[in-house]
């Protein structure tokens, strides 16, 4: 420490760079940090934050925490049982409909299959703006079309899913080997022969990956839905919080909890199984 | 020019294409199986969502014509041939987006801010001791399987209608979410700058403050615009619940059939995400176009 202490103009001389920031340089970062703080009070103040509100929330967090406990289904559980199930189902379908759907249009936004950028470009939009509505959104759309119940839920699903398909599966399209495919041009295949047999084998594994993820991450998705009345356990949770019942919201908050650590773990496995243990998309 | 094809004797012949349509055969009855299973899987499904395609035959009409409506006007002219009272309300919409954008920003933040307090305790490389890691590890996971639309549910009731249960529900999550991918950055951090600090005698705090946050801010900040955008969207359905900005509007605007305000809102709300994902998007290029390690 004396050692640098005492050759510190040495190395202020041979470190111009670390001694000498120019001021831009060293106030960047306060700057930074202070728009962001200055963001953050400007939005508590806005968004009606007190100390005061805040204490008495947490003060009725804490009693309903011990309310919750210890978690009991009461009589309800086979009405659960099978809203789980109903969940369940809304994720699988709503994902397999997005699927089947979102492939052939994904080959309209791949540029390697479709060069025109004209051509690509409404396509793309078309999907991005699918993303852009939460499935919420989609679930109160369905609703007032086949009404209330899971099948709203698996259209809800399978619309906001599409757009997330389409972007995925046309990225992996792009992504695949020129090689194959003009192998089976020189060979005399037509452009369905090129897609069929040169570009499907390398990206099915993918997709499948991609699909399974969904599924795991739509399990979520799907519990949520019937918050606005689109079937499955979400629309037990919403009417049990609605009515104070905390033993069987916090019962219903675990089943989804144990049911989605199932699925994550056998869709993980399938995963694996589908791709391999190298290449986890 | 004539090629030589080399040809095995028959019985050879025979055996390898013996063996070669047995695999062959194998392998078809696998893919036969699995899609057998895959569509029993399906059915059982299909029963167990309610689906019914009559429903859908007969009401596809109406998905067809919802939309037909909302880019109605209610004088029976197509929305866009009246910007003005297509977007008669936008000032208060626009209100409301602001709203949700700053519902999602005081979220993320406040995330953010509790991830970084707690990822150095779920990271492998980094965590004092195991059980306080398995602690960590369990609670992120709970923030972040536990929807944050059933927060804001709860937090409804906790704290009363309005954004502020909102914000507390996107904080949540954001926590759950983010203490994962800021532990994963951890990991992957280089190890021995904590070494050199630790030799000069320095604390646990020291070691995470000059060794390892140096290397990781940049991918935590990268992460938590990404959250950000991903908020904005979940923040726009938080007023379904009562838990303050745009959705709110548009849940009234659903419900009593107001169609030309539901694609009014719809395009509001699609064209901010699009704003953000972009602005996000060229933030993340300018900061960390050059030095991203992450």
Redesign the interface.
């Known amino acids: 420490m004396n050692l640098a202490a005492a050759d510190r103009d040495g190395l202020r001389a041979r470190y111009p760079d670390i001694f000498n920031r120019p001021a831009s340089a060293r106030l960047a970062t306060p700057a930074m940090l202070l728009i962001?703080v200055g963001?953050?009070v400007?939005?508590?103040v806005?968004?009606?934050?007190s100390p005061a509100?805040?204490a008495?929330?947490?003060h009725?967090?804490g009693w309903?925490t011990l309310m919750m406990l210890p978690p009991d289904p009461g009589s309800s559980l086979p009405l659960y049982l099978k809203a789980l199930?109903?969940t369940?189902?809304?994720a699988?379908?709503g994902t397999?409909l997005a699927a089947v759907i979102a492939l052939p249009v994904s080959l309209l936004a791949a540029r390697n299959i479709v060069r025109s950028n004209i051509l690509r470009f409404p396509v793309r939009r078309f999907l991005?703006?699918i993303r852009?509505?939460?499935t919420?959104?989609w679930a109160?759309?369905?609703i007032?079309?086949?009404?209330l119940?899971?099948?709203a839920?698996?259209?809800a699903i399978a619309v906001s899913d599409f757009g997330a398909f389409g972007k995925l599966f046309s990225e992996a399209i792009e992504a695949a080997d020129q090689k194959q495919v003009e192998g089976i041009r020189a060979s005399g295949g037509g452009a369905l022969h090129e897609i069929r047999f040169g570009l499907i084998p390398q990206v099915l594994p993918v997709i499948a990956g991609q699909v399974l993820y969904f599924i795991e991450s739509n399990t979520?998705?799907a519990?949520?839905i019937g918050?606005?009345g689109a079937?499955g356990i979400?629309l037990q949770?919403?009417e049990q919080?609605r009515v104070?019942e905390w033993q069987k919201?916090s019962f219903l908050?675990l089943m989804?909890?144990i049911a989605?650590?199932a699925i994550d773990w056998i869709s993980g496995k399938l995963r694996f199984a589908i791709i391999g243990r190298r290449a986890v998309a | 020019m004539t090629t030589a094809v080399s040809i095995l004797p028959a019985q050879q012949l025979a055996v390898l294409n013996d063996a070669y349509r047995k695999a062959v055969g194998r392998k078809r009855l696998k893919g036969a199986l699995a899609v057998a299973v895959f569509f029993a899987?399906?059915v059982?499904?299909?029963?167990?969502?309610?689906?019914?395609l009559r429903?859908?035959f007969t009401?596809?009409g109406?998905?067809v014509s919802?939309f037909d409506r909302i880019f109605t006007l209610e004088d029976g002219t197509r929305v866009w041939t009246n910007f003005g009272e297509w977007f008669w309300g936008w000032q208060k919409w626009l209100k409301m987006l602001g709203?949700t954008i700053?519902?999602s920003?005081?979220g993320t933040?406040i995330g953010a801010v509790f991830a970084l307090a707690l990822n150095f305790f779920a990271a492998e490389n980094t965590s004092p001791s195991p059980w306080l890691r398995f602690t960590v590890r369990r609670l992120l996971e709970?923030a972040r399987?536990?929807?944050g639309?059933?927060f804001a549910?709860?937090?409804v009731?906790?704290?009363?209608l309005?954004?502020?249960a909102g914000?507390l529900a996107i904080a949540i999550h954001s926590t759950g979410a983010l203490g994962k991918q800021f532990a994963e950055i951890v990991e992957n951090a280089d190890m021995k700058p904590v070494e050199g600090v630790r030799s000069t005698g320095a604390s646990w705090l020291s070691c995470m403050r000059f060794a390892v946050l140096p290397q990781v801010v940049a991918g935590y900040a990268s992460y938590a615009l990404l959250r950000f955008e991903i908020n904005v969207?979940?923040a726009?359905?938080m007023g379904?619940?009562g838990a303050?900005g745009i959705g709110q509007e548009?849940?009234v605007a659903?419900r009593k059939f107001y169609y030309s305000d539901v694609s009014a809102i719809?395009v509001m709300?699609?064209l901010t995400?699009?704003c953000i994902d972009i602005g996000t998007g060229w933030l993340r290029g300018r900061l960390f176009g050059k030095e991203t390690q992450t």
Do not use: C, H, K
């Open positions: 962001a963001i953050l400007f939005g508590l806005d968004l009606e934050f509100r805040l008495a929330g947490l009725q967090l309903i199930g109903e369940l189902s809304i699988l379908l397999t991005d703006s852009g509505v939460d919420l959104i109160l759309v369905w007032n079309v086949v009404g119940g899971p099948f839920g698996v259209l979520r998705s519990t949520i918050i606005v079937g979400g949770l919403a919080i104070l919201v908050i989804i909890l989605v650590a | 899987v399906m059982v499904a299909a029963v167990g969502a309610e689906v019914n429903t859908l009401y596809f109406n998905f919802y709203e700053l519902i920003y005081v933040l709970f399987t536990v929807p639309i059933v549910l709860i937090f009731i906790a704290f009363g309005g954004p502020m914000v969207r979940e726009s359905v379904f619940v303050g548009l849940v659903v719809l709300i699609v995400v699009f």
